[in-house]
């Protein structure tokens, strides 16, 4: 188990740039979700898969986001036309959803995000 | 939508002494989980909670879903330096896929020896 790993950890950028993040679950692992945490509040949902479905988006998220994982492993977050706003660590978890609805989440170190 | 409320948002704890802090759902959840960030880490699963007035206990912390699975309490016992973080909750809500986790804002523990 190597647990969640995301890249990069960092990213400073100016507005209206792209960024790309891109997050690598627990191998065995079906369920990726991605997050986002600014200072003093908790995670905040942003989307999740199940394998390569997107199952569900949060509707605070804006036709800027999106998030693949076109083969059910890793998975990228792409934010267009970056904002001062979007600054914040963003985190990706992986977990095995069991059939009697057990879902241990694992959080992987995030990327902060920098726009200036 | 569903809120999660945590209380309180800080906690300031001698070290020795016991602490609650509680967290409210708006809605009814299906389940709770509790969460531990250090500073400067990322959340890290404590335990989660189903049933209506299930309670769990893992050494010093106990766990508690309110019969109404509205709330939830954890209580610390003889608070350690190692139990300073942000602890967190977070919950589906009975009526959401089960996917999408609604966090509180966390209760901040700092200790001190």
């Known amino acids: 188990d190597t647990g969640v790993s995301q890249d990069p950890r960092h990213k400073i950028t100016k507005r209206g740039q792209n960024v790309t993040f891109r997050c690598d679950p627990i191998s065995e692992h079906n369920r990726l979700y991605w997050y986002r945490q600014t200072l003093g509040q908790g995670p905040e949902f942003l989307t999740y898969f199940q394998n390569e479905a997107q199952l569900e988006k949060s509707r605070l998220l804006s036709d800027r986001f999106s998030a693949e994982r076109p083969k059910g492993s890793f998975s990228t977050l792409e934010i267009q036309r970056t904002e001062q706003g979007d600054s914040a660590m963003y985190l990706c978890?992986?977990?095995?959803?069991?059939?009697?609805?057990?879902?241990?989440?694992?959080f992987g170190p995030g990327t902060r995000l920098t726009v200036l | 939508g569903q809120q999660v409320m945590q209380i309180p948002q800080y906690q300031h704890v001698q070290e020795g002494e016991d602490f609650t802090t509680y967290c409210n759902s708006s809605?009814?959840?299906?389940?709770i989980q509790w969460y531990k960030q250090r500073p400067g880490g990322h959340p890290v699963f404590l335990i989660q909670?189903?049933?209506?007035?299930e309670v769990k206990k893992q050494k010093r912390l106990t766990f508690q879903f309110g019969e109404a699975k509205k709330n939830s309490s954890l209580h610390i016992t003889a608070t350690q330096t190692t139990d300073v973080g942000t602890y967190f909750c977070a919950g589906w809500g009975a009526t959401d896929s089960w996917g999408k986790l609604q966090f509180g804002a966390g209760t901040q523990v700092v200790v001190t020896p």
């Open positions: 909670l189903v049933k209506s007035g």
């Open positions: 809605t009814t959840l299906s389940n």
């Open positions: 978890a992986s977990s095995f959803m069991t059939a009697s609805g057990t879902d241990t989440q694992y």
